[in-house]
């Protein structure tokens, strides 16, 4: 298997397609999880307060979130990074923890990976 390499294409289209999901999970893990009010989580991400109740009512970031033991764990790191005023964490993690998936996917199917 190659190694991930960085694309913007890639990462444009997970950015579309996954970040929506995985903000409103990590909104909803500070809010309901953590216990942070919503004026503070909506302060933390740079949002409004009224999209954090958004992605709370699920009128925002529907769908599932990609789901796995490694995004729980990417999420949970944002969420304390967020709460503990460390901004170190970028987009990145996500891209590689989606592509990493992606693969994995379509590993041995005759269809061609959304990422490659």
């Known amino acids: ?4 390499i960085c694309n913007i294409t890639i990462c444009d289209e997970i950015a579309r397609l ?13 809010v309901t999880v953590k216990g942070i009010p919503q004026a503070r989580a909506a302060k933390f991400l740079g949002m409004s307060r009224a999209a954090v109740s958004q992605y709370l009512s699920k009128k925002r970031g ?11 764990g ?8 967020l709460i503990n005023g460390e901004d170190s964490f970028t987009i990145c993690e ?5 592509n990493k998936n992606e693969r994995r996917t379509h590993l041995g199917s005759r269809k061609k990976p959304a990422f490659h």
């Not at 990417?74 to 990074?81: F, L, P, S, T, V």
């Not at 996500?94 to 989606?98: L, Q, T």
């Open 1 to 4: 298997m190659s190694q991930f």
């Open 62 to 72: 529907l769908g599932e979130y990609f789901k796995g033991q490694e995004m729980d």
């Open 94 to 98: 996500i891209c590689k923890c989606v």
């Open 18 to 30: 996954y970040l929506p999901q995985v903000r409103a999970e990590l909104v909803y893990r500070l």
């Open 74 to 81: 990417i999420i949970d790191i944002w969420a304390d990074g």
